[in-house]
């Protein structure tokens, strides 16, 4: 962040005890922290936890798992139950905290979360997800976008759950 979200001023480093160099505005007197997005992505295990689903989305030929950003006032638990209602139509349990990591394109703290689908039937919503298919534990790997940050959350996923 190099300008105030207030009123525009540049920013400067400024020494904040406890904290180290934090960006300040000089015209509001105010230290600026930075500020980013907040998503969540989801590993959707099937009701016998022996499948994983995986969606493509924007017209794109890619394999990535659910995911959705987290709404002012939602905790990401919430965002977890919503997403997935909202891209494949089903309720979901069990949902469990994995791993974060920061994704540098979006600006966006993405916090990686695994939960269990009630049924496989999916309902796509055909406005966020263009289509949705369920894969096993042993052929996933083949099928996500390599190299991705979803990528990288299964594999973690994977190993600790293996």
């Not at 950003?69 to 965002?79: D, F, H, L």
């Not at 916090?111 to 796509?124: D, G, R, W």
């Amino acid at each position: 962040m190099n300008f105030c979200y207030e009123c525009g001023t540049k920013l400067v480093a400024k020494h904040l005890d406890g904290e180290g160099e934090i960006p300040f505005c000089e015209r509001c007197g105010t230290f600026r922290f930075p500020i980013f997005n907040t998503a969540v992505s989801m590993e959707v295990l099937s009701p016998a936890r022996d499948k994983i689903v995986l969606i493509k989305q924007y017209g794109k030929d890619k394999n990535i798992l659910v995911a959705g950003y987290v709404n002012k006032g939602e905790s990401a638990e919430e965002t977890v139950s919503r997403e997935v209602r909202e891209e494949l139509g089903v309720s979901v349990g069990q949902i469990r905290f994995n791993k974060s990591a920061y994704f540098e394109p979006s600006n966006t703290l993405m916090l990686n979360f695994s939960c269990v689908a009630e049924t496989e039937e999916l309902h796509i919503n055909e406005k966020e997800v263009d289509s949705a298919a369920w894969y096993t534990l042993d052929e996933i790997e083949k099928e996500i976008f390599q190299g991705s940050l979803a990528h990288k959350f299964l594999l973690e996923f994977l190993r600790k759950n293996s």
